[in-house]
């Protein structure tokens, strides 16, 4: 099955940390390019960070720049996204995405080239 599933969602009070994690059943995940979108309500869906499937090259939102943390778990075919020091406007839904091209470096955190999409797992970031 060529889905994504992510893990790890929560509510989490301001200051705090979580650690999303996405997998697949049926998708090699290192093979492919990896990102993490994010969409708060009323708000278009915005590319938080990525991971290139050659040289493992990471790429960050400013907003989240020096907090958020994207890796590959190989062995377990997971990308995690360790979210550090964690604001309220870090709320929103975040998905998974997998892209087997990427048209060029700025197109990382843009949805356009990306194929395959997760449910996506929410993030609540309140005191």
């Known amino acids: 099955q060529l889905e994504l599933v992510e893990s790890g969602g929560g509510l989490v009070q301001p200051g705090g940390s979580l650690r999303l994690s996405c997998t697949s059943p049926?998708?090699?995940?290192?093979?492919?390019?990896i990102a993490w979108f994010r969409q708060a309500p009323g708000k278009e869906r915005e590319g938080v960070s990525a991971?290139?499937?050659?040289?493992?090259?990471?790429y960050y939102a400013d907003s989240v720049k020096d907090r958020f943390t994207i890796s590959r778990d190989i062995a377990k075919n997971t990308v995690h996204l360790q979210m550090n020091s964690l604001k309220p406007e870090d709320t929103a839904v975040y998905y998974c995405?997998?892209?087997?091209?990427?048209?060029?470096?700025?197109?990382?955190?843009?949805?356009?080239?990306?194929?395959?999409w997760g449910q996506g797992a929410q993030v609540t970031v309140s005191s």
């Open positions: 991971i290139d499937n050659s040289d493992d090259d990471t």
């Open positions: 995405a997998a892209a087997h091209v990427i048209s060029s470096d700025q197109a990382y955190l843009k949805p356009d080239d990306y194929d395959y």
């Open positions: 049926g998708l090699t995940l290192y093979l492919n390019n």
